[in-house]
């Protein structure tokens, strides 16, 4: 707006003499009345105007409620994979209007994890063709389905169909979870965003208990499906991710979803700016001022192999390490651990449950303040350490009576390891997929990945009974123990630092390699001040 004076009213002011510099009366000849004096308003700051419109939601609360989607859906997840606990002794039981046998409850245990490592790739392939945020809506409706089957389950084969149905919805939400946070969250809050997905699957598990210790299986499945209707509302109202907009090519979508998201602060706008540049390819040139390679198929470059091979790593480390050994046969190790047949069953789930779930709140907090790297290092190492001494007191406890007395050790070994496990070495992996791939290999890459986690999964936990009976359960956590050194060996060579880093510079860290990217930061950090940097 443009405010119009008059020169009349201007001299006839108080302010004249600051208008004019005259400090006695004006001249007798007044200015024509077409002068006028224009004055601009200030301008106005967006950030003000943003604050304003959205004053009553932060975008830190806009990500949240983003986030709060995807995360919903992985505790229906947790749910999947603790349901055979509870679903299988209610079937076995005396009672039970609907009889099995051995054999069928193998099946129904294995049915889940069956489907899930084709989920993964499903899932990937759905967040490229449909969007993140359509994919998701998808696996909600999917899940819903599964649940609502078993609730209404009175054949074996309709069992096994749920079973089917929500493990491969289990798959399903493992890619597009990760991304959809990872672009959607600011790079200061991406690391606790991205723990919540483990928070959620840890949570799923032990609310899938406890709704069988207290509900039939058929009220526990149908309890379960609620969740997928507010996942559904959730993502609902959530925008679609603004990384795959601008990959789509629809620009205008892509600010608009990413300014509900993020704001109009100046860090955001320069990180949408420098999003733009690198979809764009920037005028043909990078931060050096080198032509972008544009030739060739994306899957073969170092920025797609290098967060490949380290996922590939970090996955097989975090499966081989034995966290769902643990899991599936944790009242047999409690028993061995305590050496009490008299052991409540549901107890013994619901602690270990409980404590797995402690652990994963205590790593949404540390993937806030602590580095990646250090994080996966402390995880590493304090995995390897329960393992062996939880190994070698497991020996001295079942071969040497004298050492029965000292169980307590076992047991503290044992919850060692579940706590260092679940603060870096299960959630990190899962963290890491949303954020390292480039955004054109993404749905691939991660699709890929999680994928190969399942298969590492199914591979362990087909081969630990043969390992217990082979070597014994001390020599089977001393198998793990060192594979857990070696992959925290190898991690310690591959893994970069993500935290509070762009989806764009972590890019560019890959297809630099970590050394030449530290070289650069050092660089640039030893610029003098007058000398203008492209950024």
């Known amino acids: 707006m443009v405010h119009v004076y008059p020169f009349r009213a201007c001299w006839k002011s108080p302010n004249w003499a600051k208008l004019t510099g005259h400090t006695g009366e004006p001249a007798s000849h007044p200015a024509p009345p077409s002068t006028m004096i224009i004055k601009k308003p200030p301008a106005v700051d967006d950030a003000f105007v943003e604050s ?7 975008p830190l609360a806009r990500q949240i409620l983003a986030a709060s989607g995807p995360i919903i859906s992985s505790a229906a997840a947790g749910m999947t994979n603790g349901f055979s606990a509870i679903l299988l002794p ?11 046998t051995e054999d069928q409850a193998s099946w129904i245990a294995s049915m889940a994890p069956l489907p899930m490592a084709i989920g993964c790739l499903l899932g990937g392939w759905l967040m490229e063709r449909c969007g993140r945020k359509s994919a998701h809506l998808l696996l909600n409706v999917s899940f819903a389905v599964g649940w609502c089957v078993l609730s ?18 289990c798959g399903l939400v493992g890619p597009p979870a990760s991304v959809y946070i990872a672009e959607t969250s600011d790079p200061r809050y991406r690391g606790i965003l991205l723990a919540g997905v483990t928070f959620a699957v840890s949570s799923g598990i032990l609310l899938a208990h406890l709704f069988g210790t207290f509900f039939t299986w058929q009220t526990a499945a149908l309890l379960c499906s609620l969740f997928m209707i507010a996942a559904y509302l959730l993502m609902l109202v959530s925008p679609e991710s603004p990384v795959w907009l601008l990959a789509q090519g629809d620009r205008p979508g892509a600010e608009a979803s990413f300014r509900w998201l993020r704001g109009y602060d100046p860090a955001s ?21 080198r032509p972008i390679e544009t030739g060739g198929s994306p899957y073969g470059k170092r920025e797609f192999l290098m967060p490949l091979a380290t996922l590939l790593v970090f996955f097989a480390t975090m499966q081989f390490s034995g966290v769902n050994i643990v899991a599936f046969y ?23 449950d409980l404590v797995r779930v402690l652990t994963s709140l205590v ?39 004298l050492y029965r007395n000292y169980s307590w050790l076992s047991l503290v070994f044992l919850i060692g390891y579940i706590v260092f496990v679940g603060i870096g070495l299960f959630p990190l992996p899962w963290c890491m ?40 359960i001390n020599g089977t956590f001393l198998v793990y123990g060192v594979i857990s050194l070696l992959g925290t060996l190898l991690l310690y060579v591959l893994l970069p630092e993500t935290r509070n880093r762009t989806l764009q510079e972590i890019e560019e860290q890959f297809r630099r390699g970590r050394r030449k990217q530290k070289d650069a930061e050092v660089a640039t950090a030893t610029t003098p001040a007058g000398i203008a940097t492209i950024s």
Do not use: W
Request: hydrophobic share 45%; with cysteine; glycine share 12%.
């Open 363 to 401: 790593a949404c907090v540390l993937l806030r303040s602590v580095g990646r790297r250090p994080l996966a290092m402390a995880s590493g190492i304090g995995t390897t350490v329960s393992l062996i001494g939880l190994s070698i007191f497991l020996y001295f406890q079942t071969s040497i009576p």
């Open 52 to 58: 304003n419109v959205v004053k009553r939601f932060s």
């Open 269 to 289: 706008r320069q990180e949408f700016g420098a999003m733009v540049a690198r979809t764009e390819g920037n005028g043909g040139k990078d931060k050096e001022d």
């Open 152 to 169: 209404t389950a009175g054949s074996y084969g309709q069992i096994l169909a749920g079973r089917f149905i929500t493990g491969l919805s």
């Open 433 to 472: 997929t949303g954020e390292i791939f480039p955004v054109a290999t993404r749905g691939l890459g991660s699709g890929l990945t999680s994928s190969f986690n399942f298969v590492c999964f199914f591979a362990v936990v087909k081969t630990g009974p043969t390992l217990f009976a082979t070597v014994g």
């Open 90 to 100: 209610q079937l076995q039981h005396a009672d039970s209007k609907l009889s099995i």
């Open 330 to 352: 944790s009242i047999a190790l409690m028993k061995t651990t305590i050496g009490s047949d008299s052991l409540n069953e549901y107890l013994a789930m619901l602690i270990v």
